[in-house]
């Protein structure tokens, strides 16, 4: 049951009628049963990590807070966080454990069974793994308190909204919400109801209609060169933000319905200046986290080295970023792509400010070739995402520029040609509902949109994709 499927519609409706219909003071544990559900109808095997993870952090949570002895409970802190890593890795991480298992002496107690390999990826593992993880950190840096209910505990675990896909929210910001009383309440609905509108248009309009022109050239790319290949990469940038974007759209709506606001994960990506606001505008949720708990604190530990401590440490959260997404080299590589740019773009700000003051280059002119600089890394790093080998990825950037053939391989046009007219219209509702959301829009024009985006998804969506983050 995904959230682009009828049955989550209908499971959605019936738990936000009830939700009202019960008291307050039971209303978090029909959450948490409603959430376990929303789990168990996926598969009931991936209960058992949620639930060893739940138990483990609540209790680890409150260890950490009591014990006042540094020493213990610095041991106890790295113990628990340990053990939380431990099973994210050993879950999320069987296929690279399976390929290193026969390295291993044959009598080593290391040794993976032969049935390690078939072990599923749990879904939405990534997500409540960290913020398990950022909830015993901040409890042992004293920003939170540990929550003393096991219910309210699980329930910011397991919240069914985000627990395919994030956001990765901090336990300060949502577990006091759980707490909050509210009534219905007709702007929550029709708030929630065009966050979910929209998001289904992103994900069955666009994401779903591009995939099969991303797939069929990333699983053959040798038969295909030039600007096919260049128009794929575009597509699947669109597609892929398109997807995760409507995902969290759809996540923060149905959060709404019970009053609940969750973290928005995007800010138009793609409009970004450097590399440094792309990384505050995209997966907002992960590279803050990555930005608090993993750089934050090797910063500090490699601050005496200078500029080197600065980049290493960079490098080094990118690093971490790219394999929080799967253990695959292209994660990695896309990590790695980033850190270096990131990199760059900081150390060289005043410079690039100073060129253009220095031949006083027009704003509109500068925005327009800050933007395209950065979509131009960012699609460079895509091609290792996506791409299904390291290789791949090379014939793919080796012949960008092969123009021996230079006609569109994606028959028959006139699909083609609606599909581009679907992505154009996607950047026009993006610009006034997501740009211009802060500004004043007539009333009759807000209408006009929304009504454009239930006949879009009426006629020409597709609901045949799964979302695309939920493999990590």
């Given at each position: 049951?995904?959230?682009?499927?009828?049955?989550?519609?209908?499971f959605?409706?019936?738990?936000?009628?009830?939700y009202y219909?019960?008291?307050?003071?039971?209303?978090?544990?029909?959450?948490?049963?409603?959430?376990y559900?929303f789990?168990?109808?996926?598969?009931?095997l991936?209960l058992?990590p949620?639930?060893?993870?739940?138990v483990?952090?609540f209790?680890?949570g409150?260890?950490?807070?009591?014990?006042k002895?540094?020493?213990?409970?610095?041991?106890?802190?790295?113990?628990f966080?340990?053990?939380?890593?431990?099973?994210?890795?050993?879950?999320?991480?069987?296929n690279?454990?399976?390929?290193?298992?026969?390295?291993?002496?044959t009598?080593s107690f290391?040794?993976?069974p032969?049935?390690?390999?078939?072990i599923l990826?749990?879904?939405?593992i990534?997500?409540?793994?960290?913020q398990?993880?950022?909830?015993?950190?901040?409890?042992y840096?004293?920003?939170?308190v540990?929550?003393?209910?096991?219910?309210?505990?699980?329930?910011?675990?397991?919240?069914?909204?985000?627990?395919?896909?994030?956001?990765i929210?901090?336990?300060?910001i949502?577990?006091?919400?759980?707490?909050?009383k509210?009534?219905?309440?007709?702007n929550?609905?029709?708030?929630?109801?065009?966050?979910?509108?929209?998001?289904?248009?992103?994900?069955?309009?666009i994401?779903?209609?591009?995939?099969?022109?991303?797939?069929?050239v990333?699983?053959?790319?040798?038969?295909y060169?030039?600007?096919?290949?260049?128009?794929?990469v575009?597509?699947?940038?669109?597609?892929?933000?398109a997807?995760?974007?409507?995902?969290?759209?759809?996540?923060?709506g149905?959060?709404?319905?019970?009053?609940?606001?969750?973290?928005?994960n995007?800010?138009?990506p793609?409009?970004?200046?450097?590399?440094q606001d792309f990384?505050?505008r995209?997966?907002?949720?992960?590279?803050?986290?990555?930005?608090?708990?993993i750089?934050?604190?090797?910063?500090?530990?490699t601050r005496?080295?200078?500029?080197?401590?600065?980049?290493?440490?960079l490098?080094?959260?990118?690093?971490?970023?790219?394999?929080?997404?799967?253990?695959?080299?292209?994660?990695?590589?896309?990590?790695?792509?980033?850190?270096?740019f990131?990199?760059?773009?900081?150390?060289?700000?005043?410079?690039?400010?100073?060129?253009w003051?220095?031949?006083k280059v027009?704003?509109p002119?500068?925005?327009f070739?800050e933007?395209?600089?950065?979509?131009?890394?960012?699609?460079?790093s895509?091609?290792?995402?996506?791409?299904?080998?390291?290789?791949?990825s090379?014939?793919?950037?080796?012949?960008f520029f092969?123009?021996?053939?230079?006609?569109?391989?994606?028959?028959?046009?006139s699909?083609?040609l609606?599909?581009?007219i679907?992505?154009?219209?996607?950047?026009?509702?993006?610009?006034?509902?997501?740009?211009?959301?802060?500004?004043?829009t007539q009333p009759?024009l807000?209408?006009?949109?929304?009504?454009?985006?239930i006949?879009s998804?009426?006629?020409?969506?597709?609901?045949?994709?799964?979302?695309?983050?939920?493999a990590?």
């Open positions: 049951m995904f959230l682009n499927s009828l049955d989550y519609f209908f959605l409706t019936l738990a936000v009628i009830l219909l019960f008291p307050f003071k039971i209303r978090w544990i029909f959450l948490v049963i409603t959430s559900y789990c168990y109808n996926i598969s009931v991936f058992l949620l639930m060893l993870l739940t483990l952090t209790f680890g409150l260890l950490i807070f009591h014990i002895k540094n020493t213990e409970k610095k041991f106890i802190f790295i113990f966080v340990g053990f939380a890593i431990t099973i994210l890795f050993l879950f999320k991480y069987c690279l454990i399976e390929k290193l298992s026969p390295l291993l002496p009598d290391l040794k993976l032969p049935y390690y390999a078939n990826l749990p879904i939405g990534s997500y409540y793994s960290f398990a993880l950022s909830y015993l950190t901040d409890i840096i004293g920003k939170v540990p929550e003393k209910n096991f219910g309210i505990f699980s329930l910011y675990l397991s919240f069914f909204p985000k627990f395919l896909q994030g956001p929210e901090r336990a300060g949502l577990i006091p919400q759980f707490r909050l509210r009534r219905f309440n007709y929550y609905f029709i708030s929630g109801s065009k966050l979910i509108l929209f998001g289904l248009f992103k994900k069955v309009v994401a779903d209609r591009l995939s099969p022109y991303v797939e069929r990333f699983s053959d790319v040798s038969s060169h030039g600007l096919t290949l260049g128009v794929v575009v597509f699947f940038a669109i597609q892929m933000y997807d995760f974007s409507g995902y969290t759209d759809m996540a923060l149905s959060a709404t319905f019970f009053g609940i606001d969750l973290t928005d995007f800010n138009c793609y409009l970004a200046k450097n590399i990384w505050r995209w997966h907002i949720t992960l590279s803050s986290w990555v930005r608090d708990y750089y934050i604190p090797l910063s500090f530990m005496s080295f200078g500029y080197i401590g600065f980049t290493a440490s490098i080094s959260a990118f690093l971490i970023l790219g394999l929080w997404h799967g253990a695959a080299k292209g994660y990695i590589i896309f990590g790695f792509i980033h850190g270096i990131f990199s760059i773009s900081a150390l060289t700000q005043k410079q690039r400010d100073s060129f003051k220095q031949y027009i704003t002119v500068k925005t070739f933007r395209l600089i950065v979509l131009s890394i960012v699609l460079f895509f091609v290792f995402f996506r791409a299904k080998s390291v290789s791949d090379f014939y793919i950037i080796g012949h092969d123009f021996s053939n230079t006609l569109f391989d994606f028959r028959p046009y699909k083609f609606l599909n581009t679907l992505i154009l219209s996607f950047f026009v509702l993006e610009y006034f509902i997501k740009v211009r959301q802060t500004r004043e009759w807000k209408n006009i949109l929304y009504i454009y985006i006949f998804v009426i006629l020409y969506g597709k609901i045949a994709n799964e979302f695309i983050y939920i990590f």
